[in-house]
C-alpha cells in the first residue's frame, strides 16, 4: 500500500484498478450494517413514497462528493493536511473525531458480520465476529494490501448488489408506484432525506474513496477528469444498492405482509425468497458489514500517518490493530455500545460540516493548495449549498449529544 503521495505514476491497468477500488470502497464503506436497517426501517414506514427520499439524498451526496474528491485529488492532500494548512490544528481535531467515530462505528461493523454468519451458516456471533475481523486483518497483511483491498471490495460490493436485486425480482415490488413517487411523493419526509445523507456522507465515508485515490498517486490537475467520475459513480454504486435493498423489501410490504420482527430486513428477504432467502440476506449483510470493517480502518488509519514519518512506516500494522481493537471491544461487549454509538453518530454530523467546510476554503480561496487549478465557479455554488445543508445536520447532531446528558 502506497505510504505517500511521490509514488511513481501507475500505468493506465493500474490507475483504472485503483479508480475501480477507490470507487467501491467509498460505496462498501457507506453500505453497512447501518445501511440495511435505515432502509428497511424508511420503507416499512413510507411505503413507494421513500423512493423520493432516496433520489433527492443522491443528488446531495453527489454534491458533496464531486467536491470532496476534486480538492483532495487536484491538491494531493489527504483532508486533515489541508485542514492545517487552512487553519493550524483544524486537521488534528478532524482526524480525531474521525478516529474516534470510525473505531466505534467499526464495532458494530463487527457485530453486522456476526449477525450475517449467523443468519448465512448459524455460527455463534462471537465466533463469527472473530472469523471475520481475522479474515480483514488478512487482507492488510498481505504484501500488496492495496491491491487485496481494492478487489475484495469490489467483488463483495458486486455480490452484494447481485443478491439483492435477486431478492427485489422474487418481490415482486410495485415499481410503477415506486417511479411516480420519486418525483411525486405523496409524503415527504426531510428526517429520512437527512437520516440517508449522514449515513452515505458523513464520518470516514466522505473521505474513504479520495484519499484511497491520494495513497495510489493518482492526484493532481491533469487526473481531475478521473477523479471527478470516480466520485460520481461511487455514489451511483451506493443509490443502486439502496434502491435494489429497497425495492426488495416494498414488494414484501406492499404484499401486505407486516415485518414484527427485531430484525424486519432478514424477515422481509425471508418472506419474499424463503429460506434461500434468509441466506442470502445474510451473506448480504456479511459482505456489506466486512466492506464496512475494512474501509473503516483503512480510512481511519489514514487521518493518522500523515502526522509522524513513524506512523506512516508502521501503517499496515496500525490498521491491522485497529481493526484488532474494534473485534476486541465488540467480544468484551454484551451488547451493541449503543451510547458510544449515539455519541459517534453525533460527532460524525459535526464533523460533515467542519471538514467540507475546509475543503471548500481551498477550493474558493487557495490555489497555491491546488497546484495552480483554478476551481470551477459551477462546482463551487454547488458545494456552498450542498455545505448549508451539512450545517443542518450538523445542527440536527447536537441533539444526539445533548440525549447522552438528560
Given amino acids: 500500500m502506497a505510504q505517500t503521495t511521490t509514488a511513481r505514476t501507475p500505468s493506465s491497468a493500474a490507475r483504472r484498478s485503483t479508480l475501480l477500488g477507490a470507487v467501491f470502497l467509498m460505496a462498501t464503506s457507506a453500505i453497512g450494517p447501518g445501511f440495511i436497517t435505515q432502509t428497511t426501517e424508511f420503507t416499512i414506514q ?96 498481505s504484501k500488496r494490501a492495496g491491491v487485496a483491498m481494492d478487489r475484495i471490495v469490489v467483488v463483495l460490493g458486486v455480490v452484494m448488489i447481485a443478491l439483492t436485486a435477486f431478492v427485489a425480482f422474487s418481490s415482486a415490488p410495485p415499481v410503477g408506484q415506486a417511479l411516480v413517487q420519486a418525483v411525486w411523493p405523496g409524503e415527504v419526509d426531510f428526517l429520512a432525506i437527512t437520516t440517508l445523507i449522514g449515513g452515505t456522507v458523513g464520518g470516514y465515508i466522505t473521505y474513504a474513496g479520495a484519499h484511497r485515490l491520494v495513497d495510489a498517486g493518482v492526484t493532481g490537475p491533469d487526473r481531475v477528469v478521473d477523479v471527478s467520475r470516480s466520485s460520481v459513480v461511487s455514489l451511483l454504486v451506493t443509490g443502486v444498492m439502496r434502491l435494489v435493498l429497497f425495492l426488495a423489501v416494498l414488494g414484501v410490504v406492499a404484499g401486505g405482509v407486516t415485518l414484527t420482527s427485531a430484525n424486519p430486513a432478514a424477515e ?51 490498521v491491522v490493530g485497529f481493526v484488532a481493537l474494534s473485534a476486541a471491544v465488540f467480544l468484551l461487549l454484551d451488547q451493541a455500545p449503543t451510547t458510544l454509538l449515539v455519541l459517534a453518530g453525533a460527532l460524525n454530523g459535526l464533523l460533515l460540516p467542519v471538514g467540507f467546510g475546509v475543503l471548500m476554503f481551498v477550493a474558493a480561496r487557495r490555489r497555491d493548495l491546488l497546484g495552480g487549478y483554478r476551481y470551477p465557479w459551477w462546482l463551487l455554488i454547488v458545494g456552498v449549498i450542498a455545505w448549508l445543508l451539512t450545517l443542518y445536520l450538523g445542527a440536527n447532531s447536537l441533539s444526539g449529544i445533548a440525549a447522552l446528558w438528560k
Fill in 268 to 318: 422481509a428477504f425471508q418472506h419474499a425468497a424463503g429460506e434461500v432467502g434468509l441466506r442470502l440476506f445474510g451473506m448480504i449483510l456479511w459482505a456489506a458489514s466486512i466492506t464496512s470493517v475494512v474501509g473503516a480502518a483503512y480510512t481511519s488509519v489514514s487521518f493518522l500517518v500523515t502526522f509522524s514519518e513513524r506512523l506512516a512506516r508502521a501503517r499496515n500494522w496500525l
Fill in 46 to 141: 413510507l411505503g413507494a413514497a421513500f423512493a423520493f427520499a432516496i433520489v433527492v439524498s443522491i443528488l446531495v451526496d453527489i454534491a458533496v462528493q464531486l467536491n470532496v474528491w476534486r480538492v483532495i485529488g487536484v491538491s494531493g492532500m489527504r483532508a486533515q493536511d489541508l485542514g492545517n494548512r487552512v487553519l493550524p490544528g483544524v486537521g488534528y481535531v478532524m482526524a480525531a473525531l474521525v478516529v474516534f467515530g470510525g473505531l466505534v462505528f467499526n464495532v458494530g461493523n463487527v457485530a453486522g458480520t456476526s449477525l450475517g454468519l449467523d443468519a448465512m451458516l448459524g455460527l455463534d456471533a462471537k465466533i463469527g465476529g472473530t472469523v471475520s475481523a481475522v479474515i480483514a486483518i488478512g487482507i492488510f497483511l
